[in-house]
């Protein structure tokens, strides 16, 4: 146990102490109305290391904190070893971070997460990400109205003046655009030079298909290995294991929409993919974290709910990364739309450094609707 003045930090050890971090969240955040609860179940499976096979390579400690016999706070920290080896450096990471309104809190969660990482051997903190930037991640610094949608993270204005409190600076911020397709677009339709990049990669023997449910396990390990490559140069990107795709999966498999989900090949050979899912967090809101006794009703009715969806990872090979398969993708979104798919929704995150992506964006008429913040602090100094 660490104390600092009247906030007592605990490291959380055993089954109960682990739920007790889960709940807490439900508890602070219940009055807040963009906040969607997440299910109990998924977030127990998600943070235990027997099921989770990102622990596979990484270790983390949660604590929470206390005050006047009250939990009022939590965080990790973490170190991923992949991380070490694709991104270099020696980094530790901090998330899952919540607090009352009380800079006391945050500061004895935020030492405590730094203190564990610094004993060792780390230099840098970087967070929150919960646990990777392939999960939920980055502090919601701006859009604080707007609906987060799914593996979406949405946090009260308050918090970033207490991670900024305490002397957090950015590291990189993430953008969320807002993109409306058919007959919700108000008049914006893509800029000719989608078409026109499109157009060219079908002359060029490009073809977009949508996954096949069936084939599932094929069609994530093909999705995998577009992902890895594709994102492989971005800031933070650390390639994601088969076991791990698999774990996600088996999460996302319900909410997946075959006329959303998408391989773009040429010749045969895959070349891009995308991967859209329905917004379940519409489903999720009226479920209040629970299956039971109502939550199975609004999720086997789903489909009446969900009017928005999320375009959560668009890439291409590096080598065709030039040759309109991204366009192409884009317009067959546009088709679905236009043939009674949703219409719309978020489209990201994406880098606020990732300027062929933020161009293609507004080409189609997007705009930036959301930002967060991923924060570093330095543990040498």
């Not at 991380?83 to 899952?96: I, K, T």
């Not at 991670?163 to 993109?179: P, Y």
């Not at 999966?249 to 989900?261: G, I, Q, R």
């Amino acid at each position: 146990m660490r104390a600092l003045m009247s906030v007592e930090i605990h490291p959380v050890s055993g089954r109960r102490e682990r739920n007790e971090f889960i709940e807490l969240q439900y508890r602070l955040r219940r009055n807040d109305p963009q906040w969607v609860p997440p299910l109990r179940f998924e977030r127990r499976e998600f943070l235990d290391p027997k099921r989770n096979p990102w622990f596979d390579h990484s270790e983390a400690q949660l604590f929470l904190a206390r005050k006047g016999g009250e939990t009022v706070g939590r965080i990790t920290a973490h170190i991923d070893y992949r991380w070490d080896e694709f991104r270099g450096g020696n980094d530790g990471m901090f998330g899952f971070f919540e607090s009352i309104d009380d800079p006391e809190v945050a500061k004895a969660l935020v030492d405590a997460a730094s203190d564990w990482l610094r004993e060792r051997g780390r230099e840098r903190m970087l967070g929150p990400m919960n646990f990777t930037l392939n999960d939920e991640c980055g502090l919601l610094i701006e859009g604080y109205d707007e609906p987060s949608m799914i593996l979406e993270p949405w946090h009260p204005p308050y918090y970033r003046e207490l991670l900024e409190g305490l002397g957090l600076e950015k590291a990189m911020d993430l953008l969320m655009w807002t993109l409306w397709l058919g007959e919700l677009a108000e008049g914006n339709q893509f800029t000719p030079m989608i078409h026109a990049a499109a157009k060219h990669a079908q002359e060029q023997g490009v073809v977009v298909r949508h996954m096949r449910r069936r084939d599932m396990e094929n069609e994530v390990r093909t999705f995998m290995e577009i992902y890895n490559q594709a994102w492989g140069r971005n800031w933070g990107f650390v390639p994601i294991t088969e076991d791990e795709v698999r774990f996600q999966a088996k999460n996302l498999k319900p909410v997946l929409d075959e006329d959303w989900a998408m391989i773009a090949e040429r010749d045969g050979e895959p070349v891009g993919a995308a991967l859209t899912l329905p917004d379940i967090n519409q489903v999720l809101a009226r479920m209040k974290g629970r299956i039971l006794p109502f939550g199975w009703w609004y999720y086997l009715n789903r489909k009446r709910y969900i009017t928005r969806l999320r375009v959560f990872a668009l890439g291409v090979l590096p080598e065709h990364q030039h040759a309109g398969v991204a366009a192409a993708l884009y317009q067959r979104h546009l088709e679905v739309a236009l043939n009674g798919g949703l219409q719309g929704g978020h489209m990201g995150w994406i880098l606020e450094t990732n300027e062929p992506m933020n161009r293609a964006m507004e080409g189609m008429g997007g705009k930036v609707v959301q930002r967060y913040r991923i924060y570093e602090r330095k543990l040498n100094a």
